[in-house]
């Protein structure tokens, strides 16, 4: 082949692990070896400069306008090239502004309303009915998301060893679910803060349709003006809000928590973590989570040890959150229709690609979730084991 014939034929060639085909201008190419697992069909040629500056962008830019489609499943599809993601080119001084934005509080608020406040309407679509958006705790094969997503809440409360009148926080509490478990099971009394207004607006109405008012309160502000209350907790737990919080923020989101935390107390770290402390995928931050990063477990255990947290359990939920991801795309496929009436297929097709990519990306490895269980100071008032 002529690389004066496509250049992002040519450079299809570098993901040669396992074998597709691809069609472009009427002409069908080869790549790999052996019978091909699917097939791109090319309806607009890929620029070189923007598949060197970012492949992911590119790719995934491409495959929204639908100027690339994959013939065949998009799963395999996305895992044969996520496997080989070492071959992507990135520029990074050309991507300033997705990969470096600013970690300030406003600009903060700004990327977390551009995904959580896309309407509660939408995400009723596919959730569960628990409305949970993170990784669900799969105790048996037959168990459906919604019994999964109860699984993890109450997971996660049994790990926290909670005992009726203490006070529990949940950073980025979401639409309310975990407060209103722990209140009803175990007699808490739970404070939660978002800066969803969409999530706020959501989880008023849960706590008063429960009667909890007096028990579960919910406050749209940034975590990191809690201290200003003055008040601490027995507890506090946070899911799937690290990713959110910048790199820079780190020490200071740990520090904050040490604070608001009681000695002795526990705290419940739940997050996507990354191998090394990479700026992400470019695709991603640009569409999907603006300014979000993912945390490494190593640097996650430096900063806990760097102020008063004695780590006593890490819990990988890798497979969990792949099966959770595969649930969620399999609901969205459900209600694709009426995304697309209701947003356009461009977004509908964004977001084919951001469930089923994160599936793959966590059953091939490239990613993983974990659980992180400190006390502030040390607690010899735990049960001996895990499984308390």
């Not at 934005?101 to 959730?127: C, I, P, R």
């Not at 209350?229 to 928590?257: C, K, Q, W």
């Not at 959770?324 to 694709?336: A, D, E, K």
């Amino acid at each position: 082949m002529n690389i004066l014939d496509s250049f992002f034929i040519h450079y299809l060639h570098r993901f040669d692990k396992y074998c597709f085909t691809v069609e472009l201008h009427g002409k069908k190419y080869t790549i790999g070896a052996g019978e091909p697992a699917f097939e791109i069909a090319i309806h607009k040629d890929i620029p070189k400069r923007e598949l060197l500056s970012s492949t992911s962008l590119a790719l995934g830019e491409a495959y929204m306008r639908k100027d690339l489609e994959i013939k065949g499943d998009l799963f395999t599809a996305l895992q044969c090239m996520l496997s080989q993601n070492n071959q992507f080119s990135l520029d990074k001084s050309a991507l300033g502004r997705i990969l470096y934005t600013s970690e300030s509080k406003s600009k903060q608020k700004e990327q977390v309303s551009s995904h959580y406040d896309l309407g509660n309407d939408f995400y009723s679509l596919w959730l569960d009915p628990s409305m949970s958006y993170s990784c669900a705790y799969f105790k048996n094969d037959t168990d459906t998301l919604e019994e999964a997503q109860h699984n993890k809440v109450h997971y996660i409360l049994e790990k926290l060893h909670l005992q009726p009148q203490m006070t529990l926080l949940d950073i980025g509490c979401g639409w309310g679910y975990l407060l209103i478990e722990a209140a009803k099971k175990y007699g808490v009394k739970g404070f939660g803060c978002t800066l969803s207004k969409e999530q706020w607006k959501k989880g008023q109405e849960r706590i008063k349709a429960m009667g909890l008012e007096g028990q579960v309160q919910i406050e749209l502000i940034d975590y990191r003006d809690l201290e200003q209350s003055g008040r601490t907790f027995d507890r506090i737990v946070s899911v799937g809000m690290l990713e959110h919080v910048g790199r820079s923020n780190y020490p200071l989101y740990m520090e904050t928590a040490e604070h608001l935390l009681v000695e002795g107390g526990l705290f419940l770290l739940h997050y996507i973590s990354g191998h090394d402390e990479t700026v992400g995928n470019p695709w991603m931050r640009k569409y999907i989570f603006p300014g979000g990063t993912l945390p490494s477990l190593r640097e996650i255990i430096s900063l806990a040890y760097d102020n008063d947290f004695q780590v006593i359990d890490v819990e990988s939920l890798r497979r969990h959150y792949y099966k959770t991801l595969m649930c969620w795309y399999h609901n969205f496929q459900g209600v694709r229709d009426r995304v697309i009436a209701a947003k356009g297929e461009e977004f509908a097709r964004m977001w084919d690609l951001y469930l089923c990519g994160c599936a793959v990306s966590f059953f091939i490895g490239n990613i993983d979730v974990h659980q992180v269980l400190m006390t502030k100071g040390t607690n010899n008032e735990l049960p001996m084991t895990r499984w308390y």
